[in-house]
């Protein structure tokens, strides 16, 4: 029974002040998560477009042409009929008003003048505003990975320095003591970059700069994304954890929700980026009452700090009688003969076989199934449908697949869930390959089903890495393991340009990195009802605890037992 943090002992203890915490500081921030991971399927969308043939104008007949015609002249067409999206004619070539099977030689050449875009859906993306299309349509991928390579340099980074006990010299000798950065500091920090640099990228004047602010966002959303999931297990006993696991997992479905809505209603990109950041503002006025990790405080010796959120938590609970007789020096002796002041990193993950283990295998599992969940999502346009209703499928389809998750996991725990989730997904993506675009029915269907499970493998994941790691370097973890899984989501977009060799070649790969981590995954332990470990130590001694640690938290929970019970 987890007695680090007094609010966890009781069965329901924790719920009334999980649910606040949840209130102030992961609905408002976290909503904003998917509105920016996901905001390329929107702002970099490309419209139909054809060349801009006004200057094949000649004078004569093919100024009285309807635009049709006019379309019909100028452009060649593709296999499938429609019109040429990166061609055009010099010339008026006016037999193919009367026949498309024409002896006549053409020569089409690229476009000299631009593009006409078709603006029924976006009335401006990316690619309107600079022309990313055809020769610079990698340029349109780029956005993605560009703003995902930030989220990959900010996970280790804001991992690093949320777990770290850092020495400042100015204010050493001014206080005589180490700074710490802690949760609750570095949250901060992520919302207002977060939003500095995301007005900026709606602002930008040239691809370039708005490049370099996607780097710098995703940079900071990095912080939010795997700070506010750290808070949010390590305030939760061992009967809860898979429930708030679950239920913040549900606040990427609402900002999913969200960024359809405001994308329906708004069809301008600089517009859309600001109106999808705008619930940081709400979170940013609400952090002031937001606690921090009482096991961070505890495993970086700030007892005081510590007992007072656990005294605060009592309160809301309605009983804080009990934790007069927890001073700090006893929240202290329970872990200061392990602890011993040492400074962890993310070198730490690899000196001990365990934990090399641990953190080989969960960075191989996090690669595989971002990559192959951000593989399907940022693929709406594939299935033949409206972006946004295809968005939208994809949105709902998570609601339920997440219940199910809550008892399966319940049930079978989280190994088992993970590997049957990443096998499923690639199991649907491999039926997926032999299903022809024509039948989009069909290719829909599977691939929300694929979508399903793909995100379930997601949602267990996240609450599964919190479990693995032990506190002193959980947030390190979080940040190496967050590392790896941008990584696989910024090759992901890319892996659509290789459809050029051969059209079926991004599904197989999918395919196969899916398959891949649901083996590597089965390697990793199961942590069903086990506590949630502290130390490095504990993952060496298969999570067993000091006797005398024992002995301290067994007496906590009976001090504590009277009060967290009221």
Known sequence: ?????????????????????????????????????????????????????????????????????KVIVGIPTERDGAPSSCLMFTNPQYQYLFSSNTSEETYPVKCQNGWVYD????????????????????????????????VMTGAPLFGYLSDREKSCAVLSNVFDKTVKFGRRPLLLVSYLSSLTFAILSAVSTSFVMFAIMRFLTGISLAGISIISIALNIEWCSTKHRTFSGIIISLDWTLGNWLLVGIAYGINEWRTLILAATSPLILAVMV????????????????AEAAQYYMMKCAKMNKGSKG???????????????????????????????????????????????????????????????NPHLTQFIFASIEMPMK???????????????????????????????????EKWLIRTIVGVLGKSTSEASFTIMYLYTTELYPTVVRQNGLGYTAFLARLGVSVSPLVVLSEEAWHLLPACIYCAVALGSGVIASLLPETLDAQLPEFIEDIEKTR???????????????????????
């Open 1 to 69: 029974m987890t007695t680090t943090d007094g609010c966890t002992v009781k069965r329901h203890s924790a719920l009334p002040f999980y649910w606040r915490l949840r209130q102030r500081h992961a609905v408002l921030s976290r909503i904003s998560l998917p509105c920016h991971f996901l905001l390329s399927n929107f702002i970099a969308a490309v419209p139909p477009h054809h060349c801009d043939i006004r200057g094949i104008e000649d004078g004569g007949l093919f100024g009285n042409l309807t635009f049709n015609q």
């Open 544 to 566: 067993k605890q000091s006797v005398r640690r024992e002995e301290i938290q067994s007496n906590m929970h009976d001090d504590l037992l009277p009060t967290l019970s009221a």
């Open 119 to 150: 603006k029924s859906i976006f009335r401006s993306t990316l690619a309107t505003e600079w022309d990313l299309v055809c020769n610079k349509k990698w340029m349109n991928k780029a956005t993605a990975t560009v703003f995902f390579i930030g």
């Open 403 to 437: 219940i199910a998750v809550y008892f399966s996991l319940e049930k079978l725990g989280r190994r088992r869930c993970e590997v049957t989730a990443l096998l499923a997904t690639s199991l649907l993506l491999f039926i997926n390959i032999f299903v022809s675009k």
């Open 287 to 302: 952090w002031r009452w937001l606690p921090e990790s009482a096991r961070w405080l505890i495993a970086n010796g700030k």
């Open 323 to 385: 934790l007069t007789t927890i001073i700090p020096e006893a929240l202290l002796e329970s872990v200061e003969s392990e602890r011993e002041g040492k400074k962890f990193t993310v070198a730490d993950l690899f000196k001990t076989p365990n934990m090399r283990k641990l953190a080989i295998c969960t960075g191989i599992v996090w690669f595989g199934v971002a990559f192959t969940y951000y593989g399907i999502t940022l693929n709406i346009s594939g299935f033949g449908l």
